[in-house]
């Protein structure tokens, strides 16, 4: 029996233990995927530390130790380089092997939406943790034109220099949308319990797409307003579920191939 275990602060809503836990039924893998709260920073590390010996093959990690599991890796593969933080560790061998998936779970997020025309230019509101990985999906795919926008400034300035994309400020953060074909929500507003974006995106053209990485509630205000303009929508679970088949295939060797099922499995829970 070999287990496997996603690592977060805090933990409770994590959709990923569901998600793997069908995939292991569906594939009769001797597996189970449990949820750990990571506490702190101390306890993340005492986890990464004994979790091997205890038969793990390795974690998802989530907020908010992405980077923190990214520094304690013994071996990083380039996309976890890429963006500075691990999402998928791999025990192996007495090592810690640190991948990134969160770009191809993007990626291919987004090449589900299949935009036509192809977009050039995207806005992604917030600089958290979710954003590195998305603005490296985004250069992948050819963008020309990446801006990105945070309440705190220095954040957006510190990524839009690391990436070689475009800082806006804050409070022009609706402003000159008529050249913007992808608005990206990464932060955490419109989450339930949380104020939503304050932003008016009216401006956008008809053609652009709105993606909101939330997936509770599973429309967010933002969205709701952009389909009701006929524009293309994307919630949080396709990311999810695309990030989480390079994980499964990392641990189990078997890749699931059933992503619009699983996503419609989530939209389904509560
Ligand atoms: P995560 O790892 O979930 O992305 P995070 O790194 O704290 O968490 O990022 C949360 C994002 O939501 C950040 O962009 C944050 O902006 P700040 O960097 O200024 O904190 C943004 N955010 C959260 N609450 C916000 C609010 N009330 N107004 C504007 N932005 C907010």
């Given at each position: 029996m070999r287990h496997v275990a996603v690592i977060g602060h805090p933990i409770g809503q994590s959709k990923s233990p569901a998600l793997h836990s069908r995939w292991i039924k569906a594939h009769g893998v001797e597996a189970d995927y449990t949820a750990i709260d990571g506490k702190d920073e101390d306890n993340f590390r005492e986890?990464?530390?004994?979790?091997?010996?205890?038969?793990?093959?390795g974690v998802n990690v989530t907020i908010p130790f992405k980077?923190?599991?990214?520094?304690?890796?013994?071996?990083?593969?380039e996309r976890a380089e890429s963006v500075g933080a691990a999402n998928l560790l791999i025990f192996r061998d007495g090592k810690v092997i640190g991948d990134n998936t969160d770009i191809a779970g993007f990626s291919a997020a987004l090449s589900s939406m299949a935009?036509?025309?192809?977009?050039?230019?995207?806005?992604?509101?917030?600089?958290?943790?979710?954003?590195?990985?998305?603005?490296?999906?985004?250069?992948?795919?050819?963008?020309e034109r990446i801006e990105i926008t945070n309440r705190t400034a220095s954040?957006?300035?510190?990524?839009?220099?690391?990436?070689?994309?475009?800082?806006?400020?804050?409070?022009?953060?609706?402003?000159?949308?008529?050249?913007?074909?992808?608005?990206?929500?990464?932060?955490?507003?419109?989450?339930e319990g949380q104020p939503p974006l304050d932003m008016f995106v009216g401006s956008l053209p008809p053609h652009a797409a709105v993606i909101d990485i939330i997936t509770t509630p599973r429309e967010t205000d933002l969205l709701i307003g952009a389909r009701e303009r006929g524009q293309k929508t994307m919630n949080g679970l396709p990311m999810l579920v695309h990030q989480a088949v390079p994980s499964f295939e990392a641990w189990f060797g078997i890749r699931p191939d059933d992503e619009p099922v699983a996503i419609e499995f989530l939209e389904g829970l509560k």
């Open positions: 986890l990464i530390r004994t979790l091997p010996e205890k038969g793990y093959a980077q923190l599991a990214f520094e304690l890796c013994d071996e990083l593969t935009l036509d025309p192809a977009p050039r230019s995207a806005r992604i509101i917030g600089a958290g943790g979710a954003a590195p990985a998305i603005i490296v999906a985004l250069k992948e795919a050819g963008l954040k957006a300035i510190e990524l839009a220099e690391r990436f070689d994309i475009k800082p806006i400020g804050w409070a022009a953060r609706d402003t000159k949308l008529g050249e913007i074909d992808l608005l990206i929500n990464t932060t955490s507003l419109g989450m």
